[in-house]
């Protein structure tokens, strides 16, 4: 209960704000749940990832000659490289996705293709710009846009607000 004097009535006390969370009276608004079943298809991914890596790595050893260095010593251990060449190899397309126009709500995708020879994702010049939505920027809302975006009526309204 707040005191009489208390100069923001609508503004809970220091101390109501610290609570447990984790009660049943008084739910975490930041964190939903997640389902037990995403969580266990996410692992269960990623070792099918980490599994098919290994298998990969065991028949290239069984069927392809070793490497021949001249007497130099390899750069990268197969165990610290794992990651980089059988997980992240297969997953490199969900980020690093190169765009061609400023991060608005709106951007400009550049299409990319599996290359023949290597594993690389490289662009592809005669494929159309894709246009996305940009949901997974700080400027999704378009706050930063130079021109077209919110900035103008954020403005405006504070402004307005402010006289």
């Known amino acids: 209960k707040l005191p009489k004097e208390h100069p923001f009535k609508h503004t809970p006390p220091r101390r109501a704000t610290s609570l447990n969370h984790n009660s049943p009276s008084m739910p975490n608004p930041m964190y939903k749940e997640v389902p037990y079943l995403y969580s266990v298809l996410t692992f269960v991914d990623y070792i099918v990832l980490i599994v098919i890596g290994h298998l990969h790595d065991f028949f290239s050893l069984l069927f392809s000659p070793p ?87 954020v403005v405006h309204n504070v402004a307005k607000t402010l006289r």
């Open 67 to 153: 490497a021949k260095f001249d007497g130099l010593p390899p750069l990268l251990d197969d165990f610290a490289d794992f990651y980089t060449r059988r997980v992240y190899g297969r997953l490199q397309d969900c980020w690093s996705r190169p765009i061609c126009s400023k991060p608005g709500g709106w951007f400009d995708l550049l299409p990319r293709e599996k290359s023949e020879t290597t594993r690389d994702l490289v662009l592809n010049p005669d494929a159309p710009v894709r246009r996305c939505i940009n949901l997974g920027s700080y400027n999704y809302l378009g706050y930063g846009d130079a021109n077209g975006g919110v900035g103008g009526d």
